[in-house]
């Protein structure tokens, strides 16, 4: 994994870049072998994956495998070239600050969506005012925290007028799970549009449109010819999605050369075999990923809704937990080394990232030290084991969840100060609940890509106060401070400020940081032309696409 800061910001910086346009390059077979997936050149190409899609509609999902396909069909005002952190016109022409706090767009003339109708500023600002609008639990909304108001005076203008004036990310949010345009004739102004209404609306214009679309099974892409975006158009006329329950099936049919590319989510265990055989190509790329366990501030043991609340209790018992996990342990015997361990908010790679929790927890260089955690306990009032109600999500994250979440609950266990009970729920329902009613689950699992490849997009979504989490944390401080590295021109100035977070908010521990991981795909090298695309382009096309 690459360890320098322009290593790792050149691959995680490329959020709006299609998973697809990776492998839409194949040409014959070679070497005495044919593909059942692809074949020709700009033929179809099949790629496998377990993430599971929840919802088309950008306002109603926050996911990995929504926004795989998103970034298929959906348009973006701006985009990242492949190896670029840069956002740039995508379908606009121009993008600029046009006051402090008015961002301008120009699109280009004569948009279509793939239904017919034009594609114009009034889809644009439908787009963000829906989003804001409806708001949903479980949709990237918060992104747009910065966002007053969306206005279209003709029908190639949209001018943002951000509450804050310099906005360093908003260019960034563009190219984000908020980012992508909708057609205002086919989704609902105020409510999240079922799939298929989408699809019967034909309401595309990105690379690709659906052609055909079993949820989770299988969806059918063909070209777009009328996209005029810019990562061009796509090389290949057609592209299969195959949706997979787990990664056994998934390894053996690449393997088989019955799907060209594997990606997301193979096991450690898996990704160490597939390296020994020839018939694959296994490309890992440094990611922004990240895994934690998110602390819901009511229903923890002492929460503000439980019935014995006690802030500094609660805070002793995460306190506790960040002195006992063993996040070396779990890199290297789960995941095999494929994550690293993570000892703050922001990753490792990112301008004005630290390790505040290496310092402050456990021995103060990264491992546990039991004996801190019992006195944290015990200067807090807290006796006998604290009962942790933990859950993970067992397909989602790929299945060494599973494996990753019985070592925690082993090492908290072993102390003697916890007693854990672990529970996992599947995704579809695991989404929902972990923010129903005020949030189902006390202390659980999640995992982050970056949105847009900044120190902030760590920070905003995680640590604001209606924040996507919706685990209850508030801090005015720390607040005041997010507000403020957005709008800090000064790159020195605000990579302070960055780093004043991540050490106030290792003292609150919202959220307990755990792994940093890589993105793994696997090719079948049968195919001619697979191989040398991936060579190309491919490890710049990695990780950063989902929750």
């Known amino acids: 994994m690459a360890k320098t800061k322009f290593g790792l910001r050149s691959v995680v910086a490329v959020a709006g870049v299609s998973l697809l346009a990776l492998t839409a390059c194949t040409g014959p077979a070679g070497g005495g072998g044919s593909s059942q997936g692809g074949g020709t050149a700009g033929g179809p190409i099949v790629v496998g994956t377990t993430d599971k899609v929840t919802f088309l509609d950008p306002a109603g999902s926050y996911d990995n495998g929504s926004f795989m396909v998103m970034n298929q069909i959906y348009p973006f005002l701006l985009n990242s070239a492949p190896g670029s952190a840069d956002p740039k016109p995508d379908i606009a022409v121009s993008a600029s600050f046009t006051s402090p706090t008015e961002y301008t767009v120009k699109l ?64 960034q949010v563009l190219t984000s799970p908020a980012g992508p345009i909708v057609d205002d004739t086919v989704f609902s102004p105020t409510k999240v549009t079922d799939d298929d209404t989408i699809i019967k609306g034909k309401s595309f214009a990105g690379q690709y449109s659906i052609d055909t679309y079993k949820k989770n099974e299988l969806i059918a892409f063909k070209k777009n010819p009328n996209y005029q975006g810019l990562l061009g158009p796509a090389k290949s006329d057609a592209v299969t999605l195959k949706y997979y329950a787990d990664s056994t099936n998934m390894k053996l049919d690449v393997q088989k050369g019955n799907i060209d590319v594997a990606w997301r989510s193979l096991t450690a265990t898996d990704i160490d075999s597939l390296k020994t055989d020839k018939n694959v190509r296994v490309d890992i790329g440094p990611g922004g990923e990240i895994r934690y366990i998110v602390f819901n501030f009511d229903t923890m043991p002492f929460g503000a809704k439980t019935a014995t609340p006690d802030a500094a209790k609660a805070l002793a018992v995460r306190q506790a937990m960040a002195d006992t996990i063993d996040r070396k342990a779990i890199a290297d015997q789960v995941y095999k080394g494929t994550y690293l361990p993570l000892y703050s908010f922001v990753p490792q790679g990112f301008t004005g990232a630290t390790e505040p929790l290496k310092k402050d927890y456990g021995d103060g260089n990264g491992a546990p030290d039991v004996a801190k955690a019992k006195k944290v306990l015990a200067d807090a009032g807290v006796t006998g084991p604290v009962t942790l109600n ?50 189902a689950y006390p202390l659980y699992q999640l995992g982050w890509f970056p949105d847009y490849s900044d120190a902030d997009n760590y920070l905003t979504p995680f640590f604001s106060k209606d924040n996507f989490l919706q685990n209850h944390y508030s ?35 919202s959220t307990l940081p755990l792994l940093q991981g890589a993105q793994v795909a696997v090719s ?24």
């Not at 594609?119 to 910065?146: C, E, Q, Y």
């Not at 695309?533 to 989902?546: E, H, I, N, Y």
């Open 524 to 547: 079948n090298v049968k195919v001619k032309g697979t191989k040398d695309t991936l060579d190309a382009s491919f490890k710049f096309r990695l990780g950063v696409l989902s929750k």
């Open 390 to 439: 933990l859950q993970y999500n067992p397909d989602h994250y790929g299945s060494s969840s599973g494996d990753e979440y019985a070592a925690i609950k082993s090492q908290l266990e072993a102390t003697g100060l916890f007693k854990v009970n672990l529970q996992s729920t599947e995704w579809v329902s695991y989404s929902k609940q972990r923010t129903a009613n005020g949030g």
């Open 475 to 509: 801090n005015d401080a720390i607040q005041k401070l997010i507000s403020e590295q957005l709008v800090t021109n000064d790159k020195a100035k605000r990579t302070s400020i960055i780093e004043q977070i991540q050490a106030d908010e290792a003292k609150d521990l």
């Open 108 to 171: 280009k003339p004569g948009l279509k969506w793939a239904n017919g109708t034009a594609l114009d500023s009034k889809d644009v600002k439908f787009s963000f005012d829906r989003m804001l609008k409806i708001n949903d639990a479980n949709g990237p909304a918060t992104l747009l925290g910065n966002l007053a108001s969306v206005s279209a005076p003709d029908p190639t203008t949209v001018v943002f007028k951000l509450k804050l004036g310099n906005d360093q990310t908003f260019p």
